[in-house]
C-alpha cells in the first residue's frame, strides 16, 4: 500500500485515520496529518501515531493519495495553496459536501486524477459507508485500491456522481439523525426511571440490532416492523403515535432537506 496524507483532522479526518490504523491496512508512519489546530494534530498522533505537521504542502510532497478533509468553504484555499505539488501521479480524495470533481479540476487541472467520496463518522468504529466516484484520470486498478482504503473503516461502494446527494441525506449526514432518535428513545426511558447510562445501551443496542437485521435477513423493512408488533400489543401502540405525529413523513422531509442542501452547495 503506498502513503497517505491527510489535509485536515477534525471530525472526519479523525474517525478515517483512526479506522485505517485500527484496520492496520497502514502502519501509522505510512500516514501523515496537518491541521491548522495543534491540538487536532496532537490528539491523532497521541492516538494513533501518525506523522503530524501545520504545513498542507509536506502532507502533498510525502503522500500519493492526498485525502482533503478541511470545510467546504476552505476546500478551495486548501487546494490553491498545494496544486503546484500535485503531479499527474497522485490522486487528490475530496470528501467534501457540495465539491464536484469537476470543481475540483478547474482548480487543480483536468488531467489530475480525482475521486470524489461520501464517508461517514462511523468509520472511526469500522462501520463506515462510504459513496466513491472518480474522474477520467483513475484507473480501474487505482479505484479499487481506493476502494480498499474505505473498506478497512467499513462498506465502500462505487456510485455515479449524480448519487451523491442521495448518499448524503442516506448515509453522510445520516448518524446525526440516528443519534437524536437513540437520544429520544433514551429520554423516554429515563422518564420510566431508567438510569440515562442504562438507558442509551439499550437504546443504541436495539438500534445496532435492526440495522443487523435489516441488512442480514435482507426482509423489508416493514415486514421486521410486523414481526415486533404483537396483536393487541405494546409496540403497535407506539407504531400508531409514530404515525400520528408524522414520523415518517418527517424523516422524508429531513433527508429531502439535506439533499437539497447538498444540491445547492454544488452550485
Ligand atoms: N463530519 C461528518 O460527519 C462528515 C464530514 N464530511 C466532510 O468532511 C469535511 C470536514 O468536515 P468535519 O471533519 O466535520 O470538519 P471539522 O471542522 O471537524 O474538521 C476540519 C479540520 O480542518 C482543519 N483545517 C482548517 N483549515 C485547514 C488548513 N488550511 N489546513 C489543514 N487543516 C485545516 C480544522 O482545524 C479542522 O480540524 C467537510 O468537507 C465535510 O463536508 C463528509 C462526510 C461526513
Ligand atoms: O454536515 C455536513 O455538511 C457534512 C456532510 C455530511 C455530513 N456532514
Known amino acids: 500500500m503506498k502513503t497517505i496524507g491527510f489535509i485536515g483532522s477534525g471530525n472526519m479526518g479523525k474517525a478515517m485515520i483512526g479506522g485505517i490504523v485500527k484496520s492496520g491496512l497502514l502502519t501509522p508512519n505510512q500516514i501523515t496529518v496537518s491541521d491548522l489546530n495543534k491540538a487536532a494534530l496532537e490528539s491523532v498522533y497521541n492516538e494513533f501515531g501518525v506523522n503530524t505537521t501545520t504545513e498542507s504542502r509536506e502532507v502533498v510532497k510525502d503522500s500519493d493519495i492526498i485525502i482533503v478533509a478541511v470545510k467546504p468553504n476552505i476546500y478551495d484555499i486548501v487546494l490553491e495553496q498545494v496544486k503546484d505539488l500535485i503531479d499527474t501521479n497522485k490522486i487528490i480524495v475530496t470528501i467534501a459536501a457540495g465539491k464536484t470533481i469537476s470543481s475540483i479540476e478547474s482548480i487543480i487541472g483536468s488531467d489530475k486524477k480525482i475521486i470524489r ?35 478497512s473503516f467499513g462498506e465502500a461502494e462505487i456510485v455515479g456522481e ?28 429515563v422518564i420510566g426511571g431508567m438510569p440515562r447510562a442504562q438507558a442509551y445501551k439499550f437504546a443504541a443496542q436495539a438500534v445496532m440490532g435492526s440495522a443487523k437485521m435489516v441488512i442480514e435477513t435482507g426482509k423489508h423493512p416493514g415486514e421486521l416492523k410486523d414481526m415486533v408488533c404483537s396483536p393487541g400489543g405494546t409496540t403497535i401502540e407506539a407504531v400508531r403515535v409514530l404515525e400520528e405525529e408524522g414520523f415518517r413523513a418527517s424523516v422524508i422531509k429531513s433527508v429531502v432537506a439535506c439533499m437539497d442542501k447538498s444540491k445547492e452547495m454544488s452550485k
Not at 131 to 139: M, W
Not at 165 to 188: K, L, N
Open 117 to 151: 467520496t461520501m464517508p461517514n463518522t462511523p468509520a472511526l468504529v469500522n462501520e463506515g459507508m462510504t459513496a466513491i466516484c472518480k474522474n477520467k484520470n483513475i484507473t480501474d486498478e487505482e479505484l479499487e485500491m481506493i476502494k480498499s482504503i474505505f473498506e
Open 162 to 189: 449524480y448519487l451523491i446527494d442521495s448518499v448524503i441525506g442516506a448515509s453522510g449526514s445520516a448518524p446525526a439523525y440516528v443519534f437524536m432518535f437513540i437520544e429520544a428513545i433514551a429520554d423516554a426511558a
